[in-house]
């Protein structure tokens, strides 16, 4: 009996941790997220999308619709070879090959820092 509040506080202690590390673990989850998402991006992407001369060479569009259903949807669609775009272009076919090596975790992340900028 006499033990019984130093009991409970370890109890309230312990439980309290847990719920601090899962919360923690979860943040941290997402902010990595966004910054996998930002360096696959920085790697992967930008020097067709992000590059004036980049885009000019290749004729990548600016990303301006960087709604994360929206790329996601595109980046899909690539992997599968669907685009609206009717003019075969050499750098399409690098948008799609490079779309076909993204997993959905990849495709996740990069929608997540897109839609973040
Ligand atoms: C070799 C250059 C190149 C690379 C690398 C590249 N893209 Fe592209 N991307 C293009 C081209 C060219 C198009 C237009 C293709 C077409 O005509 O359908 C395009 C189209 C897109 C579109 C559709 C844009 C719209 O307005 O609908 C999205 C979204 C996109 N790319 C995202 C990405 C992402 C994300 C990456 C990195 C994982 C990437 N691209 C890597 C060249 C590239």
Redesign the pocket.
Known sequence: MMKRPVTTRKVRYLASLSIYLLASTISNAQAADKEAGKA??KE??????SKLI?RKI????K???TDEA??TA??KG?AQDE???T?E?K??Q???D??K??SDE??KN??AY?SSK
Not at 58 to 61: C, K, N, V
């Open positions: 696959l991006y992967t992407c930008a020097r067709c999308h980049g290749t004729g990548s569009p990303l301006t619709n929206y790329i595109r980046l690539y685009h609206d775009y003019d272009k750098y399409k690098r948008m799609i490079t779309a090596s993204l990849d495709i990069i929608a897109l």
